[in-house]
């Protein structure tokens, strides 16, 4: 049985292929990013989950993407981890660039995006994936994203700039005692989760102005420091995914048309994709 996964720092889906390369069940955790959650809890997460404990000496192969492995030390946290749990698995950890470039553009050249709980960005040449800066994550870049967004909502909130009656409908909805937020902010496992959490908030409310506003100027970012830096040519394919993107399409493809660029597709969530991808690509 193979196992493969998408994993981002709020959920991770994971779908088993049985020995025809038929899909045997398909399952959801919480998010396994190794660069801000405990080995602990990473672990957790995994043995917690019936459905893949059942089959834990049955599987061969692990294909793990996830968020936070673009650097050695977190990839060798949770292949580790991995392999101490199924243990007759062989185990491949990487980035989850590498899953959105599999899912969206196969072997052809594009700039592929991801606006999810995080975001990144990458040129995909057809063979090699090419970064222009390493990611820093939720504290100091992620723009767009969906804790980007939720800071910038606490931030109006708590400095009387959110409007009055999106304050109060924010208010209703989210527990806003101060000491609850730094709890959740500074004691507790994904901060970065915590703060995308508040980014809902905007789906429901997106045809507010003061919601169109902030996402449009979180979409100028993005393109200023993750697209327009690759200095490709308008008419190169681009692809996002993750829900920012998928829920506020509209936006996103108006911010991509003031730099004469035209979004070729949008995904919500990967994993069916890089399953295909694997099926046609990958000997699994």
Not at 35 to 48: D, G, K, P, Q, T
Not at 160 to 173: L, S
Not at 181 to 197: D, G, H, I, T
Request: proline share 4%; with cysteine.
């Amino acid at each position: 049985m193979i196992l493969i996964t998408d994993g981002g720092s709020t959920k991770v889906d994971w779908i088993a292929l049985d020995s025809n390369k038929e899909e045997a069940f398909r399952v959801r955790t919480l998010g396994l990013n190794p660069a801000v959650v405990s080995e602990e809890e990473l672990r957790n997460r995994i043995v917690n989950m019936f459905q893949l404990m059942s089959v834990k000496e049955a599987v061969t192969e692990i294909h793990f993407y996830g968020a936070g492995c673009g650097t050695p030390k977190p990839v060798e946290i949770l292949k580790s981890l991995l392999k101490s749990i199924f243990i007759n698995a062989q185990v491949t950890v990487s980035e989850d660039m590498l899953a959105a470039v599999y899912a969206v553009s196969g072997a052809n050249p594009a700039l592929v995006c991801i606006l999810g709980t995080g975001s990144n960005s990458c040129y995909f040449d057809g063979k090699n994936i090419e970064m222009k800066t390493a990611s820093l994550g939720y504290t100091l870049m992620d723009e767009a994203s969906g804790n980007y967004f939720g800071k910038r909502l606490l931030r109006d909130y708590y400095y009387d700039k959110m409007p009055k009656p999106i304050a109060a409908k924010f208010k209703a909805q989210f527990d806003l005692d101060i000491d609850t937020v730094k709890f959740n902010l500074y004691r507790q496992s994904n901060p970065n989760m915590y703060l995308a959490s508040f980014a809902k908030f905007m789906f429901e409310f997106k045809e507010e102005k003061y919601i169109k506003r902030i996402i449009k100027k979180g979409f100028l970012t993005f393109f200023k420091y993750r697209i327009l830096p690759f200095q490709k040519p308008t008419d190169t394919p681009i692809y996002f995914i993750g829900s920012i993107a998928f829920y506020f399409r509209e936006i996103l493809e108006k911010v991509a048309a003031k730099y004469s660029m035209e979004i070729t597709d949008i995904i919500q969530r990967p994993i069916d994709n890089l399953v295909a991808y694997h099926k046609e690509k990958v000997n699994v």
